[in-house]
């Protein structure tokens, strides 16, 4: 239940050629407090319900539970939701041993393009594709629920 991961920057489009898998997310916010965050996602015809605790210093490491409910409870929860829903399209890449999660982001945070990497601890080795751009890894304005608050087209 403890997640590591590092975000990125992406620099080019070359990522989209390399997925494996291209999914529709949006999620939204039922609490976006700094201890802890309550998410509802709606990520293809899935849903889920998910509990973020704080990260750690490096922004590497934080608890987190994941269940999934039916997409008809997840619609009626992102109704009720802190203003700011997510629209993203989020691409699978495989590169060397490790997954890639790249986020295209739409709607108020459209130009956004983030890659998560989750590792098995905070100091293993990773394979960096060409198009991986600067970290910003613990950059709370990067985390999605700070992006409902604070778009990415305001800043």
């Known amino acids: 239940m403890i ?3 590092r975000k990125f920057l992406v620099t080019s489009r070359a990522y989209q050629g390399q997925a494996t898998l291209k999914e529709r997310i949006v999620q939204g916010f039922l609490n976006t407090h700094p201890e802890r965050t309550v998410r509802v996602r709606i990520k293809a015809d899935s849903a889920f319900l998910t ?3 704080k990260s750690n210093e490096a922004g590497t490491m934080r608890f987190e539970w994941e269940k999934e409910i039916p997409v008809p409870d997840a619609e009626r929860l992102l109704s009720i939701c802190e203003p700011g829903v997510i629209d993203k399209v989020r691409y699978n890449v495989p590169v060397g ?3 890639f999660e790249v986020d295209e982001f739409y709607g108020d945070n459209k130009g956004l393009v983030v890659a998560e990497i989750e590792l098995a601890s905070e100091d293993e080795d990773f394979e960096k594709p060409e198009w991986l751009g600067q970290e ?3 950059e709370v304005k990067y985390y999605n629920s700070q992006l409902g ?3 990415y087209t305001s800043w």
């Open 3 to 5: 997640e590591i991961e």
């Open 51 to 53: 509990v973020k605790g």
């Open 97 to 99: 041993q490790h997954i």
């Open 136 to 138: 910003v890894t613990g």
């Open 149 to 151: 608050k604070n778009p």
